[in-house]
């Protein structure tokens, strides 16, 4: 089967050089024509393209940071409007851009159209696991969600898991805050129940650890959910990795070229160690109230103590107290 | 200042031992009497209490499952009810639990009550970033939330942050999914403009990648929101721990006992490229249309267009279609 695809070249950080780069690595899984839309001179700055790669041209480009609608009345001539209007024509049979996500969004809804029945599209993404990845969605196209909204991400991210991914029979769970079913917020429950009665494999509730545990096919949750979670999700894999590095080099300047991993992995345990933290505090009432994880260690409990008699002394409560009759008397 | 705490000795998946181990643990530490609260026998076979140690008899427990509401009404001889009753009776200042924290947390709000002017008490956790640990506030307490709940957790977590972690004039962020203002849902555009008008530090919007970078002391959200981001993290560092420990065994089994660190790193970091996955798809729509990260390298774009080619042989858009309109029939 041929497939051709249509490239908003301008899109991206780096563009267009890391999207012409990116055409040029594909290689031999090329499966035909790749059109280009974008600015011929920049794109030619490049380097010679591939045979059955064009240049479809474009007079503008939308920036990363201007606001969707705006560049959707405006830009009409953009390189990612010119991207979506080959698959609208019939030249291509996909599209994909790397700039403006709210930009690209609206173009593909305006140019492209809804799927009869679907409310609103959603963006679905892999996020890493114990196992193979899993799909969460919407990611960020959907910040206030009806419960019917989240009905359809999940049929979506289902087609998606099996078409793409090759799951057979997906398991879908809804992200929540606790495994037992009633547990959620209005939205949640709302939609546990419409889930229920679709011929979907729904699991039913997962937590925010499922997501990464490989249990789960298809995690459904509003797009303002998804996208603080994605965002935390690579923010925080980036902390973890820095944290090594740095301990990598002071190992290896410490121990010289001898066997160091085992010492790394433990100097980087001890650095993102939950339990040296001690409890949660819960702020609000007359008193105060250090909140543990079940799992804590003597140690953890320790510093729980500590942060205790931290609290007790510096007169957390009064202070509460004080300052937040000050913002109401404002 | 002599400071006497109230555990609920029972509560946590590894209770009394860890509890009482964690008093010992503390050692030196030690600020005045601590209170046991919970089963004597049960506390007595984790072998003698230092001095100044006490047990306080609860005659029940509260499951770690069981839901809070019926705890509250069943229960008020449990470990946690007579720990939270010793704040209430001025024998404690504070009061610490690792057991089922909903009950924990409706036992502190009936027995030691509401703060006047907090409409929720909210629970506050402490985050991993590149710096200094920052507050997450709510986690939990509460699922929904009105915009006005949102600017009492940022009042209390910044006494929080300046009381617990000594930091002068802390940094409050409103978590969100871009920086700019006016990009949120409802209830953050909402809670945006009353925490303008308060004295706080408030540097405005936040996204989920600045949790783990340092630069804001507090980061307020929903207590869904920050339930799911919580669990996410632990899950998610337990991955790539997990991932951690093999590949140095791999690396061992190897090199022998060569230097393997930067070897571990680089196998590391392949295993959880996010360029590996390619794009993510926005679905929905009437064609394939493939968002990419505005940071895509080459290899990314070249992994979302073979996404694109499988989305497009796979027929996803045609099968989302006859799967959506088959449940909205049903």
Redesign the interface.
């Known amino acids: ?1 041929e ?1 051709t ?1 249509a ?1 908003d070249a301008m ?4 563009s267009p050089e ?2 012409v ?7 031999e ?3 035909g024509p ?1 059109l280009l839309a974008g600015q011929g001179e920049a794109i030619e700055r490049c380097g010679p393209l591939p045979a059955g790669v064009e240049v479809v041209p474009a007079a503008t480009v939308v920036d ?2 201007e606001p969707p609608s705006a560049a959707l009345r405006r830009k009409p001539d953009s390189s990612v409007a010119v991207a ?1 209007g080959l ?2 024509q019939g030249r291509a ?7 403006n ?1 709210g930009a ?2 609206a173009f ?2 305006k140019t ?7 409310q ?7 996020m ?3 196992k193979e ?1 899993c799909i969460l ?1 919407d ?3 959907n ?2 969600c009806r419960p019917d909204f989240l ?2 991400f999940a ?6 898991a ?3 991914l090759g799951r057979p029979s997906p398991r879908v769970g809804l ?3 606790g495994g ?1 079913a009633g547990k ?3 939205l ?1 429950n709302a939609a546990s129940v419409l889930l229920e ?3 979907l494999h729904f699991i039913g509730n997962v ?7 490989g249990d789960v096919d298809v995690v459904v ?1 509003d ?3 998804g ?16 944290f ?2 740095e301990i ?1 080099a002071q ?2 300047a410490e121990q010289g ?6 010492e ?2 433990k100097k ?2 001890n ?2 160690d ?1 339990a040296e ?1 001690g ?24 510093n ?14 009064e ?3 004080r ?6 008397h ?1």
């Open positions: 089967m497939i695809v490239l899109g991206g950080d780096h890391s999207i780069e990116g055409v040029r690595t594909l290689g899984d090329r499966r790749i990363m940071h979506a698959v609208r049979q996909a599209v994909i851009s790397a700039g996500t690209f969004m593909c809804v492209l159209g809804r799927l009869k029945g679907i609103r599209p959603a963006i679905a993404t892999l890493p696991t114990h990845p969605i990611v960020g196209a910040v206030d009905q359809d049929i979506m991210g289902k087609v998606y099996e078409k793409v992200l929540n805050i037992e959620g917020n209005e949640t009665s679709t011929p937590e925010g650890r499922d997501i990464s545990s949750c797009g303002f959910v996208n603080v979670i994605l965002k935390y999700g690579e923010g925080l894999a980036e902390m973890i990795f820095d090594l590095k990598i190992v290896k070229s001898g066997n160091a991993s085992s790394v992995f980087l345990m650095s993102t939950y933290y409890g949660a505090p819960l702020l609000g009432v007359g008193g105060a109230s250090i909140v543990c994880h079940g799992k804590s260690s003597p140690k953890a409990i320790a729980a103590i500590r942060v205790a008699y931290r609290f007790v002394e510096q007169g957390v409560t202070t509460i107290s300052e937040v009759s000050a913002v109401h404002e």
